[in-house]
């Protein structure tokens, strides 16, 4: 049989799962950052003030952070093809089961609860099923795959708000359902964190030449009690407040500004088009410069920008913020997973991140809704956002004291 003319490289089995946890976050995060598409329609039908309303993104965001804690640990044990899985069809169920609510109480447990197993079954087992297939390019491996958040922000609330005004708030939440079925539990079959099954180790090398690399590793009890581990997850903490509070409230404030409906809820796209950029160019620049001083720059500039959107009272203004709110807000998320991975390994990093990220689930829980609020009683975001930027600035004083991961691992040991 003649060879062919042409030969294909192999592709290296990691990036497959780079995409593969691309996919299943563009379908996830796409998903809840879209409930600002439903807020008017919601508003209308339910006779529902915004603090209200920001409890089902509250509940959705607090869920999937905190489930980190299981959702972790499980896909370690059990894999993340499996953890992912199940958490795609609960949020399908979910979206279907939206659909039919006529009450804002069936909301809060049918769209919150649902998205939030959903995100939280999949967020850390997809990220820590990446770690383990790379060292030397780990900050851009996973800058790609945390740019599905950057590409279904971008692209699901402006389909979900297009739906909105062609089927109806009810047509929409049916037609997330199936793209969440069709997209995200597609890729989930595609997610493996364990590439020494396949015989490689990290960066594409042999599994025997990797030496065992791939899984090496701090276990989760000694983590636990490290420096790193504790400022990791006050980072998370403190920097939740101002990451959640514009993807909930920026939408509805630029309506009150005069902005028509369709565009204001495009600004979260445009958040999601920043961050799908941060993410590759932070990621990438992070990779050479040193990650360790890439991520309190990141957070800097995290609260510059939202003390920046406290004085945007124009189109352009608004537009400007979401845009660079998002590159900061991508290289972030960019940063966070792959430092605990620099300090702890990949032995227990489902575990470990799981934890780390169970801080976000304070501010997702009472961000959202203290904002709104303090919006219907005021009339106003200015504290609200102030707030943000304070804790974001602690956040940022936290990063700064991360010591450098290669002279704390020898100091460790």
Known sequence: MPRPIIAFPAIFPGWIVVGAAFAVMFVGFGVSYSFGAFFASLEREFAARRGDLSIVFAIASALYFALGLASGPAADRWGARRVGGAGMLVMAAGLAASSRADALWQIYLAFGVSVGIGVGFTYVPSLGAVQPWFVRRRAFATGIAV????????????????????FGWRGACLGLALVTLAIGGGACLLLDGRPQ???????????????????AGTDFATAWRSRPFRLLTLISLLTSFGVFVPFVHLAPSAIDQGVPDGIAAALIGVIGLGSLVGRFAVGAVADRFGRRRTLPAVVVAQAVLLA????????????AFALAFGLSYGGYVALLPTMCTDYFGARSIGAIMGAVFSGVSVGCLLGPPLAGFAFDATGSYAWPIAACVAFTTAGAFAAAGLPDPARWQEAAR
């Not at 004085?311 to 537009?319: E, H, K, N, Q």
Request: glycine residues 20%.
């Open 147 to 166: 740019a599905g958040i950057g590409g279904g922000t971008l692209a699901l609330p402006p389909t979900a708000a297009l739906l909105v005004e062609a």
């Open 197 to 215: 099954r396949r015989g490689f180790g990290p960066d594409g090398a042999a599994a025997a030449a990797a030496g065992g690399r791939a899984q």
């Open 308 to 319: 920046f959107w406290m004085v945007a009272d124009r189109l352009w203004m608004l537009g």
